[in-house]
C-alpha cells in the first residue's frame, strides 16, 4: 500500500489542507506507485510563510559559521545515505544510478563548500576618503526565499539553493517539481536531522500553477530562485518585476558541440554519447545540436550512428542500462512531436525514432535519435526538445560553427573539440553561453564555479560557485565617523 505524504510546515509533517494528493509513478514502469504527495493550495503556502517568518527571526541571529556547522553535518548525512537516495531517485524519475549517484555527490559538494563559507561570507573594508572614518560593507540576510525546482536534478538543484540560502541566514520554503516530490521529502528529512531549526525548512508540495504561483505571489517572499523551463520563468519574472522581488531565472537550453576537421575523433565521439543522451537528454546543459565540420561530418556520424545504435534502453536500476525513459508521458509526446517536424522539415532521421515496443511499453521510453542534415534555424534546430534527439548540422569552417551556436535564442553551454589551442581560445571568447568546455562536452559542472547561462537562459544571476552568495544576501555598506565633526563626502574631501 503506497505511503501519503505530508508537507513540512510550521515544524511538523502536515497533511495539506486542501485533502487532495497526487500519484508519483516510477517512469521506467508506470504500475510501480511510489507514493501520494500533498497537492497544496494556497493556504497552505500561506501557513508556510508565517512559520518560515519565525524561522528567519531566530536563524538570521545564528553566526554565519553555526549555521555552516549544520550544513556540515548534512553533507555528512548526504555521503552515509548516498546510494540509498541515487536508488530512490532513479526509481522516481529514471536516470541511471551512475547519473543519481552524480547528482547526490553534487548535494554533498554543495554542503561542504556551504560549510566553510560560513567562515568566510566576507565583506570589505576599504579606505574612506574622509579623515578619521571608516568604511565598509557586510552581508545581511533578505528574508523567507521561495525556491521553485525542476524535475531533472531532484537532489542537486534544490542544494544549489537551499545551502547558500541557508548558510546566508534566509528561512527557505521549498516547492520541488511535482516529477520528484520524493528526493526532496529525503532531503528535508536530512536538515531536520542535522539540526536544522525545524521552522527555518519549509517543504509545499505541488502543482506550478498553485503552490508554486501561491510563493512567487506572496509580499512576504522577498526572494525567489526558479530553475525551469523559459515558459514558466517569463511568468514568473512578470510577477517578480511587478512586486519588485529578487529573482534567479535558470532556464532553458539548446546547447551544442563542435568538432572541428583537427578534433581527436574518438573523444569527440565519447563526449557527445554523453553529452546528448545522459539523463536521455533531459539536462538543461544537454548537448542538443552536433556542429560538424565538413571535413570530417561523414565519418563521425557513420561511427556516432553505430555507438548510438548499441546504446541500451532500460530500467535505471539496472547494470546493464546506458539511457533510462523520459519523466512522463506529456515528455516522450513532446518529442515525438519534435520528430515529426523535423521529418517534415526535410532533416534525414540516421537512428531511433520511436517508442521501443515489448517490455519497455511499460515505461515512457524513447529510441536515442539521430537527426542529420539539418538546417540552421530550422524548428529542430532552435528549440528545447528535452529528449534524446540529436540534430546533426553541417558546417564549412570554425566562424560557420560560431554562427550556428550562437544562432539560437538560449545560451547555457557549448563544448568545442580541436587540438589547436588557438582555436580553443578564440571559442571561448566568442561562443555566447555561460559555460564553454574545451575537449570536455555539454555536460559536467562543478559545483564551486558559478552555473548559468545568458539570453533567454537566465537573468543574470549564477548559482553554484562563489558568485551565488551575493544572490541570497543583502550587502550593506556603513561607515563610522570618529572625527567628532561634519564631513561631507565629495565636498570636505579635497580640503586638506
Ligand atoms: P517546468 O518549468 O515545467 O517546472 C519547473 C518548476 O516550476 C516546477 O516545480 C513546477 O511545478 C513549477 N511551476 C510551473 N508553473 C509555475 C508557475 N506558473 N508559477 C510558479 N512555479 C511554476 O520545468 P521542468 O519540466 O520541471 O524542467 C525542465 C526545464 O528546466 C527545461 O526547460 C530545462 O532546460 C530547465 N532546466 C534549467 C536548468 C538551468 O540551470 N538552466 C537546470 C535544469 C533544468
Same mark, same amino acid.
Given at each position: 500500500?503506497?505511503?501519503?505524504?505530508?508537507n513540512?510546515?510550521g515544524?511538523?509533517?502536515?497533511?495539506?489542507?486542501?485533502g487532495?494528493?497526487?500519484?508519483?509513478?516510477?517512469?521506467?514502469?508506470?504500475?510501480?506507485?511510489?507514493?501520494?504527495?500533498?497537492?497544496?493550495?494556497?493556504?497552505?503556502?500561506?501557513?508556510?510563510?508565517?512559520?518560515?517568518r519565525?524561522?528567519?527571526?531566530?536563524?538570521?541571529?545564528?553566526?554565519?559559521?553555526?549555521?555552516?556547522?549544520?550544513l556540515?553535518?548534512?553533507?555528512?548525512?548526504?555521503?552515509?545515505?548516498?546510494?540509498?537516495?541515487?536508488?530512490?531517485?532513479?526509481?522516481?524519475?529514471?536516470?541511471?544510478?551512475?547519473?543519481?549517484?552524480?547528482?547526490?555527490?553534487?548535494?554533498?559538494?554543495?554542503a561542504?563548500?556551504?560549510?566553510?563559507?560560513?567562515?568566510r561570507?566576507?565583506?570589505?573594508?576599504?579606505?574612506s576618503?574622509?579623515?578619521?572614518?571608516?568604511?565598509?560593507?557586510?552581508?545581511?540576510?533578505?528574508?523567507?526565499?521561495?525556491?521553485?525546482?525542476?524535475?531533472?536534478?531532484?537532489?542537486?538543484?534544490?542544494?544549489?539553493?537551499?545551502?547558500?540560502?541557508?548558510?546566508?541566514?534566509?528561512?527557505?520554503?521549498?516547492?520541488?517539481?511535482?516529477?520528484?516530490?520524493?528526493?526532496?521529502?529525503?532531503?528535508?528529512?536530512?536538515l531536520?536531522?542535522?539540526?536544522?531549526?525545524?521552522?527555518?525548512?519549509?517543504?509545499?508540495?505541488?502543482?506550478?500553477?498553485?503552490?508554486?504561483?501561491?510563493l512567487?505571489?506572496?509580499?512576504?517572499?522577498p526572494?525567489?530562485?526558479?530553475t525551469g523551463?523559459?515558459?514558466?520563468?517569463?511568468?514568473?519574472?512578470?510577477?517578480?518585476?511587478?512586486?519588485?522581488?529578487?529573482?534567479?531565472?535558470?532556464?532553458?537550453?539548446?546547447?551544442?558541440?563542435?568538432v572541428?576537421? +583537427?578534433?581527436?575523433?574518438?573523444?569527440?565521439?565519447? $563526449?557527445?554519447?554523453? #553529452? /546528448?543522451f545522459?539523463? &536521455? !537528454?533531459? @539536462?538543461?546543459?544537454a548537448?542538443?545540436?552536433?556542429?560538424?565540420?565538413?571535413?570530417?561530418?561523414?565519418?563521425?556520424?557513420?561511427?556516432?550512428?553505430?555507438?548510438?545504435e548499441?546504446?541500451?534502453?532500460?530500467?535505471?536500476?539496472?547494470?546493464?542500462?546506458?539511457?533510462?525513459?523520459?519523466?512522463?508521458?506529456?515528455?516522450? +509526446?513532446?518529442?515525438?512531436?519534435?520528430?515529426?517536424? $523535423?521529418?517534415?522539415? #526535410? /532533416?534525414?532521421?540516421? &537512428? !531511433?525514432? @520511436?517508442?521501443p515496443?515489448g517490455?519497455?511499453?511499460?515505461?515512457?521510453?524513447?529510441?536515442?535519435?539521430?537527426?542529420?542534415?539539418?538546417?540552421?534555424?530550422?524548428?529542430?534546430?532552435?528549440?528545447?526538445?528535452?529528449?534524446?534527439?540529436l540534430?546533426?548540422?553541417?558546417?564549412?569552417s570554425?566562424?560557420?560553427?560560431?554562427?550556428?551556436?550562437?544562432?539560437?535564442?538560449?545560451?547555457?553551454?557549448?563544448?568545442?573539440?580541436?587540438?589547436?589551442?588557438?582555436?580553443?581560445?578564440?571559442?571561448?571568447?566568442?561562443?555566447?553561453?555561460?559555460?564553454?568546455?574545451?575537449?570536455?562536452?555539454?555536460?559536467?559542472?562543478?559545483?564551486?564555479?558559478?552555473?548559468?547561462?545568458?539570453?533567454?537562459?537566465?537573468?543574470?544571476?549564477?548559482?553554484?560557485?562563489?558568485?551565488?552568495?551575493?544572490?541570497?544576501?543583502?550587502?550593506?555598506?556603513?561607515?563610522?565617523d570618529?572625527?567628532?565633526?561634519?564631513?561631507?563626502?565629495?565636498?570636505?574631501t579635497?580640503?586638506?
Amino acid at each position: 500500500m503506497a505511503k501519503n505524504f505530508r508537507n513540512f510546515i510550521g515544524g511538523e509533517w502536515v497533511a495539506p489542507t486542501t485533502g487532495g494528493y497526487f500519484e508519483n509513478r516510477n517512469p521506467a514502469d508506470t504500475a510501480d506507485l511510489i507514493g501520494r504527495f500533498p497537492d497544496s493550495g494556497a493556504q497552505d503556502v500561506a501557513r508556510a510563510v508565517r512559520s518560515a517568518r519565525r524561522g528567519f527571526d531566530l536563524w538570521r541571529r545564528t553566526p554565519a559559521p553555526a549555521r555552516g556547522d549544520v550544513l556540515r553535518r548534512v553533507g555528512d548525512l548526504l555521503v552515509e545515505r548516498k546510494e540509498a537516495i541515487a536508488d530512490a531517485m532513479t526509481r522516481e524519475m529514471g536516470k541511471v544510478l551512475a547519473e543519481t549517484r552524480g547528482d547526490v555527490q553534487e548535494g554533498i559538494d554543495t554542503a561542504y563548500f556551504a560549510a566553510t563559507e560560513g567562515r568566510r561570507l566576507y565583506g570589505r573594508v576599504v579606505p574612506s576618503e574622509l579623515r578619521s572614518k571608516w568604511a565598509m560593507t557586510y552581508r545581511r540576510p533578505i528574508g523567507v526565499a521561495g525556491l521553485i525546482t525542476p524535475f531533472n536534478f531532484p537532489m542537486a538543484i534544490p542544494t544549489w539553493k537551499t545551502f547558500p540560502a541557508l548558510l546566508c541566514g534566509n528561512a527557505v520554503i521549498l516547492k520541488p517539481s511535482e516529477d520528484v516530490p520524493h528526493t526532496a521529502h529525503l532531503l528535508v528529512e536530512i536538515l531536520l536531522e542535522a539540526g536544522l531549526p525545524p521552522e527555518v525548512i519549509q517543504l509545499v508540495h505541488g502543482r506550478g500553477e498553485t503552490v508554486g504561483k501561491a510563493l512567487v505571489e506572496h509580499p512576504e517572499v522577498p526572494v525567489i530562485s526558479f530553475t525551469g523551463s523559459t515558459d514558466t520563468g517569463a511568468i514568473i519574472g512578470e510577477t517578480c518585476g511587478r512586486m519588485h522581488k529578487r529573482l534567479s531565472l535558470e532556464m532553458g537550453g539548446k546547447n551544442a558541440q563542435i568538432v572541428m576537421d +583537427d578534433a581527436d575523433l574518438d573523444l569527440a565521439l565519447e $563526449g557527445v554519447l554523453w #553529452g /546528448a543522451f545522459g539523463t &536521455t !537528454g533531459q @539536462r538543461c546543459t544537454a548537448t542538443s545540436r552536433l556542429i560538424l565540420h565538413r571535413k570530417i561530418h561523414d565519418r563521425f556520424l557513420r561511427r556516432l550512428t553505430g555507438a548510438v545504435e548499441s546504446l541500451r534502453l532500460g530500467d535505471g536500476r539496472a547494470d546493464t542500462t546506458d539511457v533510462g525513459p523520459l519523466i512522463h508521458e506529456a515528455a516522450r +509526446d513532446k518529442v515525438e512531436r519534435y520528430v515529426e517536424i $523535423g521529418e517534415a522539415q #526535410g /532533416a534525414e532521421l540516421v &537512428t !531511433g525514432g @520511436r517508442a521501443p515496443r515489448g517490455r519497455l511499453a511499460a515505461g515512457w521510453f524513447y529510441q536515442p535519435t539521430i537527426f542529420s542534415g539539418v538546417k540552421a534555424g530550422s524548428r529542430l534546430e532552435q528549440e528545447e526538445i528535452f529528449g534524446p534527439v540529436l540534430s546533426v548540422v553541417r558546417v564549412n569552417s570554425f566562424d560557420d560553427a560560431v554562427r550556428v551556436n550562437n544562432g539560437v535564442r538560449y545560451g547555457l553551454s557549448s563544448s568545442i573539440y580541436t587540438r589547436s589551442a588557438d582555436v580553443a581560445f578564440r571559442a571561448l571568447e566568442r561562443l555566447d553561453n555561460g559555460i564553454t568546455y574545451v575537449n570536455a562536452p555539454t555536460i559536467g559542472a562543478e559545483a564551486h564555479l558559478p552555473f548559468g547561462g545568458v539570453k533567454a537562459t537566465g537573468n543574470g544571476h549564477r548559482e553554484g560557485g562563489w558568485e551565488v552568495y551575493d544572490f541570497y544576501s543583502e550587502t550593506k555598506a556603513c561607515y563610522v565617523d570618529y572625527s567628532g565633526k561634519l564631513q561631507r563626502a565629495q565636498i570636505d574631501t579635497y580640503e586638506l
